[in-house]
């Protein structure tokens, strides 16, 4: 079933991020949540489907990097003006801490999963694309996360995140953590099973669900 209202949209959003048009871009996404149409629906219908368009495009030599990362730069300027517009008053006092794998350079996806947290009353710490291991352990000593959420994009990343995994589950095996990007789509599963600490969640619509059910099972623990 189309989410969108006009599934005419994600061409005309493609092409204006393509050729670098933020307002045009902005206006389509706020015209969107006049709607009523989710931060959600809008971050996976919209952006991230033209963001994959925009590499196939390159993968097949029919845009420049140039364009690739003005396409990029312009996504993450919508997605920042949307804030506001995501953010609840009733917040969990509960905290994440978002990052990128070493290495990885692809941090919209974890950004998206971010904004998700602050729908729900989360407060986010993102810090981005390729966060040092140890500085990720360290900074979550001072801050507390009541959970983790890593992203690696690139399939030889993953063991850059099996890494990451290992060292944050021993400094902090009472924290779950949550996997997830495009890494993925060709294997890597097998660094998340056999830990029941550690999920690795495929989409917005996905996390969604197991924020809820975090929440809920928490709200139905004996006192
Ligand atoms: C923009 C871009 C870049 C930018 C990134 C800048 C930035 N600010 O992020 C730059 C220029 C840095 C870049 C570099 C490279 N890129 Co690039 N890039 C892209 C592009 C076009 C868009 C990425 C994106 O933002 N997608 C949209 C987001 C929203 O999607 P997403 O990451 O999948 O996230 C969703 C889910 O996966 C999930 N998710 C993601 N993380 C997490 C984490 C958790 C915890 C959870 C719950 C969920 C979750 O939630 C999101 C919403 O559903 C993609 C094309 C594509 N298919 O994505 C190629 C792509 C990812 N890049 C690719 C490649 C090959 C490269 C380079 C190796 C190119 C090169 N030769 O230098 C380098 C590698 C750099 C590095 N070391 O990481 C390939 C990867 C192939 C592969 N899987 O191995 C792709 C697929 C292009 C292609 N078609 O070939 N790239």
């Known amino acids: 079933m189309e989410k969108l209202p006009d599934p005419g949209v994600k061409e005309l959003f493609r092409d204006s991020i393509l050729a670098g048009d933020r307002m045009a871009s902005s206006r389509m996404v706020r015209e969107l949540l006049e709607k009523d149409i989710p931060v959600q629906t809008i971050y996976e219908e919209l952006i ?18 140039a364009e690739e990362h003005l396409a990029t730069s312009v996504s993450e300027a919508v997605m920042n003006e949307l804030f506001p517009f995501l953010v609840t008053r009733s917040r969990t006092k509960k905290k994440v801490m978002l ?26 710490f993102f810090l981005g694309s390729n966060v ?28 850059d995140l099996k890494r990451m ?56 623990d004996p006192i």
């Open 48 to 65: 991230k489907n033209a963001l994959y368009q925009v590499g196939e495009l390159w993968e097949n030599n029919r845009i420049t990097v």
């Open 99 to 124: 990052a990128c794998v070493e290495n990885e350079l692809h941090q919209v996806g974890v950004k998206m999963v971010a904004d998700v947290f602050e729908m729900k009353g989360w407060d986010s």
């Open 132 to 159: 040092p291991v140890h500085d990720l352990i360290t900074y979550a000593g001072k801050v507390h996360p009541a959970l983790f959420a890593l992203s690696a994009s690139i399939y030889f990343h993953i063991p």
């Open 165 to 220: 995994l290992h060292e944050v589950r021993q400094s902090f095996p009472e924290i779950p953590v949550l996997v997830g990007g495009q890494a993925f789509r060709h294997g890597g599963q097998e660094v998340v099973t056999g830990d029941p600490m550690v999920t690795l969640i495929p989409d917005l619509y996905a996390l969604e669900k197991h924020i809820d059910q975090m929440t809920s099972r928490k709200q139905n």
